[in-house]
C-alpha cells in the first residue's frame, strides 16, 4: 500500500540552530498529517499535526509546512536543543474522509542528532 | 492524567509459543489502535477498535494474530504461534473520539518482543 516517507535516516545540527526535517506522502487522499517525536525506549509523543485546507501551522518553537501540489511535508524546529535528539516521524490519516477508519500511516523516522 | 499503559514492557519468547500484550487507554478514549514497529522502522497498524467494535483489521495477519476489547476499554493483542519476523515493539494508541476531529493520538511505551 501506498506509505508516507522521509527523505533523510539521520540529521545533524549544532545546538542552537535550526532543523528542517522533510517528508513526501503519496496518497492524495490524505487529510490529516501529524508529526512524531520519538525516544530512545518511547512511545511517540505527538508533536504538532496539521489538515489539508492549510499550508502551515506554528506551535511552540516548531512549524509544520505542508505543499500538496508536491505531496511534501516539513517540520522546522526553532532553535535546537540537546532535549530535541530523538527520531521524527511525519504520519498521515484519512482522519476526515476515511469513514472511521483512520489509523495512522508512517514513515520510516528521520533521526535528528544535535551536536554541542 | 494518566497515559496508555501497557504491559509487560519487554518479553522473550521462542518461536511457535504464543504471547499476548494487554493495553489500558486513557480514560474515557473511545478509539483503541495496536500498532506494530520494527526497528529501524515507523509504526504500522495492525487493528483499530472504536469503543468494542472493530473498524479496521486490514492488516493484521489474523492467521497468527487476534485481538480483542471486550468491554469497550481494555485491550488485548495475541500473536499464536510466534514467528522470528514479529519481533519487533508493539504499541498501543487511544484518542478520545472517532471519525472526524483533530484530537490527538496518544501512544503507550510498547512492548518489545523477541522471538528467538
Known amino acids: 500500500g501506498e506509505s508516507v516517507g522521509l527523505h533523510l535516516p539521520t540529521l545533524s545540527v549544532q545546538e542552537g540552530d535550526n532543523s528542517i526535517i522533510n517528508c513526501a506522502y503519496s496518497?492524495?487522499?490524505?487529510?490529516?498529517f501529524i508529526w512524531y517525536k520519538q525516544e530512545s525506549g518511547k512511545g511517540p509523543q505527538f508533536i504538532i499535526d496539521i489538515r489539508s485546507n492549510m499550508d502551515k501551522r506554528q506551535g511552540q518553537r516548531v512549524t509544520v509546512l505542508l505543499n500538496k501540489t508536491v505531496k511534501h511535508l516539513s517540520l522546522q524546529i526553532a532553535a535546537t536543543q540537546p532535549g530535541d535528539s530523538a527520531v521524527y516521524f511525519c504520519?498521515?490519516?484519512?482522519?476526515?474522509?476515511?469513514?472511521?477508519?483512520?489509523?495512522?500511516?508512517f514513515g520510516k523516522g528521520t533521526h535528528l542528532i544535535i551536536q554541542p | 492524567e494518566a497515559g496508555v499503559a501497557q504491559s509487560p514492557r519487554y518479553k522473550i519468547i521462542e518461536k511457535r509459543q504464543s504471547v499476548a500484550f494487554w493495553c489500558n487507554p486513557i480514560s474515557g478514549h473511545a478509539t483503541l489502535y495496536w500498532y506494530q514497529q520494527i526497528l529501524g522502522q515507523g509504526p504500522k497498524l495492525l487493528i483499530q477498535?472504536?469503543?468494542?467494535?472493530?473498524?479496521?483489521d486490514s492488516q493484521l495477519p489474523k492467521d497468527r494474530f487476534s485481538a480483542e476489547r471486550l468491554k469497550g476499554v481494555d485491550s488485548t493483542l495475541k500473536i499464536q504461534p510466534a514467528k522470528l519476523e514479529d519481533s519487533a515493539v508493539y504499541l498501543c494508541?487511544?484518542?478520545?473520539?472517532?471519525?472526524?476531529?483533530?484530537?490527538?493520538?496518544?501512544f503507550g511505551p510498547g512492548t518489545r518482543l523477541t522471538v528467538l
Open positions: 496518497n492524495s487522499a490524505s487529510d490529516y
Open positions: 504520519a498521515e490519516s484519512r482522519r476526515f474522509s476515511g469513514g472511521g477508519a483512520d489509523g495512522l500511516t
Open positions: 494508541a487511544s484518542r478520545k473520539r472517532g471519525g472526524s476531529s483533530t484530537d490527538t493520538q496518544y
Open positions: 477498535f472504536q469503543n468494542n467494535g472493530v473498524v479496521d
